[in-house]
């Protein structure tokens, strides 16, 4: 089978291409290092199917971080390129397309976000940008799916280019003149969106801004996830609740079968944030808890990333994340952190150095708790009071500073500076936005719903043999006596691993002071991660320093769960 590899600099808009060319939905967002790992798919070339491989963005084939190693590794494996190129930066785009040419491998150039190139006053030759660079040359705009047609049928005209050298001063000078000779510039007044975009980046009017959009983000994601939240809650206790009361009755409502399926009844009803039954809390919590927060979250977040307003808040954070040992795009897999670990996780690999990724997953793995647990957290600690809700999220964040600059200092090496594109604000494209959001919650509801439904199984049998019993008398010393929390309070330990979400949620039914609640979910966020998230930082940062960003992660959560339990006290 042919492969056919999709390449370019980061933030060309490789990855919505290639949802254009086999179907297949992406993560394309408006910023650098959405794809920090490629993807597969197919599409017919020749009247064969073909494999279409979505590359990691890379400025170069001297690769400087490990997704440009990637990069460089995958292209020794194709039979053609199609390297995409944002048509308006086309200088800068040029290094790499010469630099695939050079190689000797059929390629055709793509000129993305053509329809750029119009509001920016932009015009290029293309016929003779092609008679230059020697193969074909297609114009398209991803996102709308303009000249993705002509793309295919040109891919047949790829063939292998005439490989020469040049020298690093050699090939600037030529790109100069490329650039000279095929493209022309007129004046065209500021826009608003460009005017707002150079005000972003600013330290004071910048700084507010972050401060207005991150409140009102976290406004709406609350607003719209606890509206949606009593939409299902609604829709569970009328539609559902009625057929898990009938098929209680038919499994004599008691015993083992009924506990697992069904859960406990509570003065003869099913309550199902307490019941625990696969089909009961199993479904309810990451349909009717966690599924609205989850939803309303990645909606603001894709309106954030689309419109290009992330790449801004990188180049802010940039002076406070230096201290830490990281550099602001760092900001950016926090982010995604804050939706899920795993992508979060994954993001850091654009980090240049061993000890940047280090140091950012560490800190994200014990102080970025996600969507999902956030609303729980949200759910149950805000009902005790929005003190209470800043006693849980303000040790995180000062831990994430003071930890962060400690590991900094231990560490050898330094932070890299920050070098990075910052794209213009873009209109939105909702047909993209909604595809996006829909992969999303796909994505989520694939992940977490088996993941649920194995915690609350594990913790029935785990109760049944009384091992959580037996759990909890062995870490007494540790779980009552430094954490201040009841034995009980060992099985949301233990499903921590799988699901944190799902072990908050277990401690509703605890009856657990506001003091042990603050305690209990701090620990959990900060203690371990997932074992989606635990399998990653495994793969990423190899056994030895796997062990120890683990071994920080415990200490550093006895040490803050035994602080505040003092002070509670």
């Not at 493209?183 to 500021?190: A, D, E, N, T």
């Not at 070098?419 to 959001?437: D, H, N, Q, S, T």
């Amino acid at each position: 089978m042919k492969k056919i590899l999709l390449m370019g600099n980061p933030n060309v808009g490789k990855s919505v291409i290639f949802s254009r060319l086999t179907g297949v939905f992406v993560v394309a967002s408006n910023y650098p290092g959405t794809t920090v790992e490629f993807v597969k798919g197919s599409m017919v070339f020749r009247g064969e199917k073909a494999e279409l491989l979505d590359v990691p963005g890379t400025y170069t084939l001297r690769p400087t971080t490990k997704a440009e190693e990637v990069a460089c590794e995958m292209l020794e494996e194709g039979d053609l390129v199609i390297d995409v190129v944002d048509a308006t930066n086309l200088e800068r785009n040029l290094n790499l397309t010469l630099e695939l040419i050079e190689c000797g491998v059929p390629m055709v150039v793509v000129l993305n976000m053509w329809d750029e190139t119009k509001h920016r006053g932009i015009t290029i030759d293309v016929e003779r940008l092609e008679e230059y660079l020697g193969v074909p040359v297609v114009c398209t705009c991803g996102v709308t799916g303009e000249g993705i047609k002509k793309l295919v049928s040109r891919l047949e005209e790829a063939k292998p280019t005439v490989a020469k050298k040049r020298t690093s001063e050699g090939k600037w000078a030529e790109i100069g003149r490329i650039v000279r000779e095929t493209q022309s510039l007129v004046h065209h007044h500021h826009t608003f969106a460009e005017i707002l975009g150079d005000a972003s980046v600013r330290p004071i009017f910048g700084l507010l801004m972050a401060g207005v959009i991150i409140y009102l983000a976290f406004k709406v994601v609350r607003f719209i996830g606890e509206w949606l939240v009593g939409l299902t809650e609604s829709l569970f206790d009328s539609l559902w609740a009625p057929l898990m009361m009938k098929l209680s009755s038919l499994l004599g409502s008691g015993g083992f079968l009924h506990n697992i399926l069904i859960g406990e009844l509570l003065e003869g009803q099913i309550d199902f944030g307490q019941s625990f039954g696969l089909l009961t809390t199993g479904l309810f919590v990451p349909f009717a808890m966690v599924l609205p927060y989850v939803f309303s979250f990645y909606l603001i977040l894709g309106l954030l990333e689309d419109s290009g307003y992330l790449p801004r808040l990188a180049v802010l954070v940039d002076n406070v994340t230096h201290r830490v040992g990281l550099h602001g795009f760092s900001s950016i897999s926090m982010i995604l952190g804050l939706g899920c670990n795993i992508p979060g996780a994954l993001a850091t690999r654009v980090l240049e150095t061993k000890r940047e990724r280090f140091i950012a997953v560490t800190l994200m793995a014990i102080c970025v708790p996600c969507m999902a647990q956030i609303a729980m957290i949200i759910g149950l600690v805000g009902a005790r009071g929005g003190g209470y809700l800043a006693a849980v999220f303000g040790p995180l964040f000062i831990v994430w500073g003071a930890l962060g600059v400690v590991l900094n200092r231990i560490l050898k090496g330094e932070s890299m500076e920050l070098f990075m594109e910052i794209p213009p604000y873009r209109f939105l494209y909702w047909g993209a936005l909604v595809r996006k959001l829909g992969m999303r919650i796909r994505q989520f509801i694939t992940t977490a719903i088996p993941l649920v439904l194995l915690g609350v199984l594990i913790v029935n049998i785990l109760y049944t043999l009384r091992v959580i019993e037996f759990v909890g008398r062995i870490t007494a010393p540790i779980v009552t006596g430094l954490l201040g929390l009841p034995k009980d309070v060992v099985s949301a330990l233990i499903i921590g691993f799988l699901r944190k979400d799902v072990a908050v949620g277990m401690l509703a039914p605890l009856g657990l002071t506001s003091g042990q609640l603050v305690v209990a979910c701090v620990v959990l966020t900060m203690y371990f991660p997932c074992v989606g998230t635990f399998a990653i930082l495994l793969r990423e940062l190899g056994i030895k320093d796997m062990l120890k960003s683990a071994g920080i992660m415990i200490i550093s959560a006895m040490l803050v769960g035994g602080l505040l339990n003092l002070i509670f006290r």
